[in-house]
Structures are given as C-alpha cells and as structure tokens.
C-alpha cells in the first residue's frame, strides 16, 4: 500500500471529507493499519507511524493548511480556554493542597492527643499518604492514559473528597490506613491537569500556566489557615473536635469540585463542549507548533522502554526525590515547626501558616514572571533552587528569630523548582506513552521523598528538630546541581539537533507538516526541540 503523507492527505480527500469551518466535520477515515508515513529521528533510525500510533486529534489534524493561525483567533482561543478550564484546575490544585496542610494544622489542633499518638506515630500519618502516593502512581497514569481525563479525574476526585471526610476517624490505625487510601486517589491529581494544560496551550504559555494553578498552593495555604485558625477560635461551639470539623469540610469542597470537573472539562480541545467546530480546528492548528499533539489511548512498550532508558528521566527522577523530602517534612511538620521550633503559640502559627501562603501565591507568580526577561524557564528553575537553598539556610542556621521566621515563611515559595520541573514534562516529554511514564516516575520519586521528609523529624529531636532542618539544607541543594545539569542538556542536544539539520541528516521543520500528531517522542521526531 502506498504511504499516504501529511501533506499528500488534505489534497487527496473529497469533497464530502474536507472541512466545513461553518459546520461540522466528517472525519477522515484513518484505519489502523494504514501506514501514515515515516520520519528520520535524530538518532538515525527510520520511524513508521501507522494507524493506530496517531494522536487523537489527527483526523483535524489532517485537515489544516500550513497557514499559521491567524494572532487574533489565537488569542481568542487562549482566552477562551483560561476562563473555561484554568479556574477549576486552579481550585483543584488549591484544595489538593489544603487536604496535605490539614494533617499539619490538624496536629496542633488536638489530633495527636485524641489519637495519643507517641514517638514516631506522628510522623507516619504524613509518610502513609505518600506509601498510597508511591504504591497507585503508576496505576494511576495507566488508568488516565487508557480512559477519558474528565471521567477518570471526576471519580478519583470524588472518592478522594469522601475519604478526606472520612479521616475524622477514631482510632489511629484507621487514620493510617485512610491516609493510605487518600494517597493513592490523589496520586491522580498532577498527572490530570499536566496533561490538560499540555492540550490547551502552547509552549511558550505553559509555563506560565502551570506556575499560576501551582501557586494556587498557596491559596490552598491561606483557605486551610484561615478554616483552621477559625474553628480554633470557636471549637467550643462545636459539637465535634476542631480538627475532625476540619477534614470533612475540607472533603467536602473536594466533594463539589469533583462533580464540577465530571461534568465540566473536556477529554481533549477537539471534544470540547464550548467549542465551535471552527474553534476546534483551529485549537488543533494553536498546538501544532508544540509537536506533541493531545495523546493517543495506545500503551507503546517502545515508548515506555524509552523513558526507561532516556538519561533525562534519572534527572527528572532525583530532582523530584530531593525537592520532596523537605516538602515531606514541611507539609507534615509545617505548624509544629512554627508552634514547638520557633515557639509560636497555636494561633500564631496557624496565622503564620496564612502569610505562608500568600507569600507562596505571588511570590511564585513574581518569581515565574522573570521568564519575560531571562527567557528561559530552567534559569528560572535554578534561580528558585538558590532561593530554596538560602531560606532553609536561614531556618536552620540563622540565630535571630525573626531571620527564622522569615526563612520558614518564605519557603512557601519552594513549590517553584517543582513546578518548573513539571512544565518540562508538558513540553519536553514527548510521545504519549512515554509522558505518562516519566511523571509516572517523577510522581513516584514525588512520593518517596515525602516519605523520607517527616522521618527526617525525629521525636528525640524534638523541639528542634535538627535533622530535619539539616535535610532540607542538604536537599535543596542536590535540586540546584541537577537543575543546571539538566540545562546543559537541553543546550547540547538541540545544539546537536541544529547541526544536523545544517549537515543535511535530518530535515528542518515544515510549517505544514502534522508529524506532531504522529505521536512521536522528542528523541523520534526529528521537529522536536526542547524548551528551555
């Protein structure tokens, strides 16, 4: 059978397949067998995409002229999918992230004398979460890949809501094992939306993006803080512990976002409801240039081979353990930190816990705002790598207290060398499969870093808590070591890249080829360049 080409496919359809913008589509009929074409990869090796490889948005693909979009079509779009999809995402990332500071306010509010926890028992309710966070990553992305994101996010964010509200438990060891259960639902939670914002935008805006919903942290600071530092004020009225009051509250809004995000959020641009057929087409066109398509519903084993295999996925992993053992510690520790080390009373500390969190809000969206000038988001990852190592500093070593105080609200601007590392798997992890396997991986490491970060607080220490802070330091510093590694990567191959491309050995890009819907990984197709 002869290979029927990108730029060959528009030309040969009949009338009754090409387009119509003002109405709706026919899709092209594509079977899985057809060999769609072939590309050279950088590395040499001849490519075939068949059938069944394609990206889910091909059949629109195949349909677009090599005309870019035209600026005011684009900005529409950009905006109309802003106001549609990032003020949920947002929400969700917000409430995600008060579930985590719950246990921590939850601490001081009576749960470790209800529960008479002793020794280390503290620590391992925030290590639980994340042994559920470790054990479900990899099914998790399994299950988001193979089925629809809106249904699949609306589940697990529902049960995730009910077990939240469940956890106002009585006993320790059914606290642990929701713990548990929580950790594996929310496991979900990043994968979902990273592969939402790497269908909506393009490279140059993902970043950004992800740095505003990642903020929303925050947010999620400020909210549990507030929740928590009122029902602190008035827990005499209740007729239940503050600290349980706290968990189904929490549950609750988890509960209502969830059946939002059922209904509300589309599987891709190319099935959203609040599209025109015409709008669909040209978000397929928006995206094109990302050379990374919407995704396949297709497990590739050579992709998840690759991933195992590409040297970038150890950095990728070693960055998301080290960044996540203070975090560990922090989300578990953060208001015994405030209350016992610094030796703030428990409103004060819940108090602080707000100012963490709006420190955390526009710090992060300040810090990310530098990619205006520098251009190139890992110089923003490493500067925010500096930051992280300097306030832990001032946590740990400093004498003054106030100078304390300082580095441990600041540090709620750690989230920005995670976020900026998740960006790169949006636009720098390409091939669907292989995507979903490396932040599986990075999640997993995500995971197992906080459950070394609270182990790092060790009851003998108390108050102090040497080692934990000492871990911080320590960490925090592998993260800028790996961060500039991982730029240098990025210069050298796309360097490399650019000189073959010069030499003749691969082909430069053609504005109008849709070998971005193929599917491909950043080391098959020879377009791809990383972003820095």
Avoid at 55 to 73: G, H, W
Avoid at 141 to 156: A, H, P, T
Avoid at 164 to 180: H, M, Q, S, W
Wanted: proline share 2%; charged share 15%.
């Amino acid at each position: 059978m002869e290979p029927i080409t990108f730029q060959e496919s528009r030309s040969t359809m009949s009338k009754e397949q090409e387009v119509k913008l003002t109405g709706k589509y026919d899709e092209v009929s594509i079977a899985d067998g057809d060999v769609i074409t072939s590309v050279k990869s950088p590395s040499g090796k001849e490519v075939v995409v068949k059938g069944n490889d394609i990206d889910i948005a091909m059949n629109l693909a195949m349909q677009l002229d090599s005309q870019d979009l035209d600026p005011r079509e684009d900005r529409k779009l950009f905006w109309k999918a802003s106001l549609y999809i990032l003020p949920l995402i947002c929400l969700l990332y917000a409430v995600q992230f008060m579930d985590k500071i719950t246990n921590s306010g939850a601490s001081i509010m009576g749960l470790r004398t209800d529960m008479k926890m002793v020794g280390d028992q503290y620590s391992w309710t925030g290590s639980a979460f994340y042994l559920g966070y470790l054990f479900f990553e990899f099914p998790a992305s399994y299950i988001i890949q193979r089925y629809s994101i809106s249904r699949c996010g609306g589940i697990f964010f529902f049960l995730w809501g009910t077990v939240l509200c469940l956890c106002a438990a009585t006993n320790y060891a059914g606290f642990i094992f929701l713990r548990v259960v929580l950790g594996m639902l929310e496991s979900s939670v990043t994968p979902i939306l990273m592969i939402i914002t790497s269908q909506w935008y393009k490279l140059s805006e993902q970043f950004m993006l992800s740095a505003i919903w990642f903020s929303f942290c925050g947010v999620g600071g400020v909210l549990g803080g507030a929740i928590s530092l009122g029902m602190v004020i008035h827990n005499e009225s209740y007729s239940i512990a503050g600290w349980k009051l706290l968990f189904i509250v929490t549950g609750l809004m988890t509960v209502f976002l969830s059946v939002v995000f059922y209904f509300w959020i589309p599987d891709s641009p190319a099935d959203a409801w609040f599209l025109s057929e015409e709008e669909k087409i040209h978000a397929v066109k928006r995206i094109r240039k990302n050379q990374q398509g919407f995704g396949n519903k297709h497990f590739k084993r050579h992709q998840f081979i690759e991933a195992f295999t590409d040297h970038r996925t150890y950095i990728y992993f070693f960055f998301g353990l080290a960044i996540s053992i203070p975090n560990g510690g922090l989300t578990t520790f953060g208001s015994i930190v405030m209350n016992s080390i610094l030796g703030y009373s428990v409103k004060q500390s819940l108090t602080y816990n707000i100012y963490q969190g709006l420190i955390e809000v526009f710090g992060c969206i300040i810090v990310a705002s530098m990619i205006k000038f520098v251009k190139h988001r890992m110089i923003v990852c490493i500067f925010g790598c500096m930051l992280n190592l300097v306030f832990s500093g001032m946590l740990a070593f400093a004498k003054d207290l106030h100078v304390r105080l300082g580095g441990c609200l600041c540090l709620g601007m750690s989230v920005i060398g995670m976020f900026t590392m998740l960006s790169n798997f949006s636009s720098n992890v390409a091939g669907h499969t292989k995507k979903v396997t490396v932040n599986a991986m990075f999640l997993v490491a995500y995971g197992a870093g906080n459950i070394i970060g609270p182990q790092t607080f060790i009851e003998s220490q108390a108050p102090q808590y040497v080692g934990g802070q000492i871990g911080m330091v320590v960490s925090y510093a592998v993260t800028l070591v790996l961060a500039i590694a991982l730029y240098i990567s990025y210069i050298m191959e796309n360097r490399k890249r650019d000189r073959m491309v010069r030499s003749g050995e691969i082909e430069s890009a053609n504005p109008g080829s849709n070998v971005a819907f193929a599917d491909l990984t950043d080391k098959e197709n020879p377009y791809f360049r990383y972003s820095l």
